[in-house]
């Protein structure tokens, strides 16, 4: 498993008549991604990554999304999550006499406004496992679909957190300091606060081989900034980050 994986399901919903037919669909993806081994890190690592998204769910009068299973404009509402995977200090020199972090999920919920042509969001969720912080994001994208086969995504990205987040993966204790010293080290005492920590772009494209079948690709570049981009962390390693994926698409009526 990658670094950190990012899974975002997307629900447009609104108070509607739903006939006894109607089809729940949702799209489910899995694939290889690239991305940094830990925050901060210039080495990057192989993994696999996933992708879930609804296009339409029928629950009694409650409906999301279109009928043909396309994606509905205007206001949307629904989840967000995110997986954050464990930090070793055994798995990287640099990085002795840190406390050595778990895993992570993060759970939470999205807030987007979609037309034909562009699309804004802002997700807002918390640590569940590993965790119990509060992180933040906001995005928007620009969209073209020159064929009715590829769709294409592009727009910026500004990342959030609290004190607690931003001191658990940017932040270095004295005594870890000590200890990293006392190995060869040279990370200096820490304390990180939070605020906005990384801002970036992302672009995608997505290419429909039939009605069920598609791959999509996605590159993101993220800078590290505020107290992330001064972390001794970040300016031993990298104080940027790039992650790409490529991921096949399966969709699913039932």
């Given at each position: 498993?990658?670094?950190?994986?990012?899974?975002?399901?997307?629900?447009?919903?609104?108070?509607?008549?739903?006939?006894?037919?109607a089809q729940?669909?949702?799209?489910?993806?899995?694939?290889?991604?690239?991305?940094?081994?830990?925050?901060?890190?210039?080495?990057?690592?192989?993994?696999?990554?996933?992708?879930?998204?609804?296009?339409?769910?029928?629950?009694?009068?409650?409906?999301?999304?279109?009928?043909?299973?396309?994606?509905?404009?205007?206001?949307?509402?629904?989840?967000?999550?995110?997986?954050?995977?464990?930090?070793?200090?055994?798995?990287?020199?640099?990085?002795?006499?840190?406390?050595?972090?778990?895993?992570?999920?993060?759970?939470?919920?999205?807030?987007?406004?979609?037309?034909?042509?562009?699309?804004?969001?802002?997700?807002?969720?918390?640590?569940?496992?590993?965790?119990?912080?509060?992180?933040?994001?906001?995005?928007?994208?620009?969209?073209a679909r020159?064929?009715d086969r590829?769709?294409?995504?592009?727009?910026?990205?500004?990342?959030?957190?609290?004190?607690?987040?931003?001191?658990?993966?940017?932040?270095?204790?004295?005594?870890?300091?000590?200890?990293?010293?006392?190995?060869?080290?040279?990370?200096?005492?820490?304390?990180?606060?939070?605020?906005?920590?990384?801002?970036?772009?992302?672009?995608?494209?997505?290419?429909?081989?039939?009605?069920?079948?598609?791959?999509?690709?996605?590159?993101?570049?993220?800078?590290?900034?505020?107290?992330?981009?001064?972390?001794?962390?970040?300016?031993?390693?990298?104080?940027?980050?790039?992650?790409?994926?490529?991921?096949?698409?399966?969709?699913?009526?039932?």
């Amino acid at each position: 498993m990658s670094h950190c994986t990012r899974i975002t399901a997307g629900l447009a919903l609104a108070v509607l008549a739903t006939a006894a037919t109607a089809q729940n669909t949702v799209t489910v993806g899995i694939g290889p991604q690239s991305a940094p081994a830990y925050f901060g890190s210039d080495e990057t690592e192989i993994g696999v990554t996933g992708s879930f998204s609804v296009q339409e769910l029928n629950f009694g009068p409650l409906r999301s999304g279109g009928s043909t299973g396309g994606t509905a404009e205007g206001f949307g509402y629904g989840g967000s999550f995110r997986y954050i995977g464990e930090r070793s200090a055994d798995d990287y020199s640099e990085l002795t006499g840190l406390t050595d972090l778990d895993a992570v999920l993060e759970l939470g919920a999205q807030v987007s406004y979609t037309t034909a042509f562009a699309e804004a969001f802002a997700q807002l969720r918390y640590g569940v496992v590993g965790h119990s912080s509060l992180v933040g994001e906001l995005g928007a994208d620009l969209i073209a679909r020159p064929t009715d086969r590829i769709t294409l995504k592009a727009g910026p990205r500004l990342f959030f957190a609290d004190s607690d987040y931003a001191d658990r993966y940017f932040g270095v204790s004295a005594s870890e300091a000590a200890a990293n010293a006392a190995a060869g080290g040279t990370l200096d005492a820490y304390a990180a606060d939070g605020g906005l920590l990384s801002r970036g772009i992302e672009a995608s494209a997505a290419y429909a081989f039939s009605r069920d079948w598609g791959v999509t690709g996605t590159v993101r570049y993220d800078e590290y900034v505020g107290d992330a981009g001064d972390s001794p962390i970040v300016l031993q390693g990298s104080d940027t980050a790039t992650t790409a994926s490529v991921v096949l698409t399966r969709r699913i009526s039932f």
